[in-house]
């Protein structure tokens, strides 16, 4: 089984633009969560999203968001880029409906973000 | 708020030595935590789950409530355990989210 696939991989930016990520689940998984992750702050957990619905939400502002499709396949999104926003982004895709605790969350190799 | 703290950024020991990765948590309910591990150039995957009281590789993690701690032991170290050791909790009662500490860099040496 294919695991979780995020593209691109690496992506430079300059302040002020957006940019959108992608991240394809594992085939048959209907939840979505996003991290992100750098030196100082660490993992941070964005948003997760299951059935189309965003379920739950971290501490970030809403230039941060997000979507899923139909198929599972998720979207995140940042407008207005900060330099603050250079991480690393990593998607994990879990099974059913029972949510984070049971489920176990299956890691993409993430989409390296840098603003200059 | 909730928060998980790894006091040891890095621990370095020879094979065949025991381990112990310490976790401290500050979470107001009950808490739900978890070990994530990361070995070099392979994606961050679920070590194991407090709830599930396994023990996986020859790594056990016992809850201490009193003392808020989650701290991961393995009595003898293998070369292949050198990874990113990363401690978790899940929020729960409303919305759920993965609260990570920073990791912690376990290196085995032979």
């Known amino acids: 089984k294919a695991g979780v696939t995020q593209t691109p991989r690496y992506l430079i930016k300059t302040r002020g633009q957006q940019v959108t990520l992608s991240c394809s689940p594992i085939?048959?998984?209907?939840?979505v969560s996003w991290y992100q992750q750098t030196p100082g702050q660490g993992l941070q957990f964005l948003f997760e999203y299951f059935s189309e619905t965003q379920r739950n939400k971290g501490n970030f502002p809403g230039r941060f968001s997000g979507r899923q499709f139909s198929n599972s396949r998720s979207e995140m999104n940042v407008s207005t880029l900060e330099l603050g926003d250079s991480a690393l982004y990593l998607c994990a895709s879990s099974l059913s409906a029972r949510g984070l605790v049971t489920d176990t969350q299956y890691f993409g190799p993430g989409t390296r973000l840098t603003v200059l | 708020a909730q928060r998980v703290t790894q006091p040891e950024k890095l621990l370095s020991v020879f094979k065949g030595a025991p381990v112990e990765l310490k976790c401290n948590y500050s979470y107001s309910g009950s808490p739900e935590l978890f070990w994530y591990v990361q070995y070099s150039r392979q994606r961050l995957q679920l070590l194991l789950r407090h709830i599930s009281r396994e023990s996986i590789k020859g790594f056990t993690a016992d809850l201490n409530k009193g003392e808020t701690s989650f701290h991961l032991k393995k009595p003898f170290a293998q070369e292949e355990d050198s990874a990113m050791y990363y401690c978790?909790?899940?929020?729960?009662?409303?919305?759920?989210?993965?609260?990570f500490g920073k990791g912690m860099k376990l290196t085995v040496n032979p």
């Open positions: 978790a909790l899940i929020t729960q009662g409303g919305s759920e989210k993965l609260v």
């Open positions: 085939s048959g998984h209907r939840s």
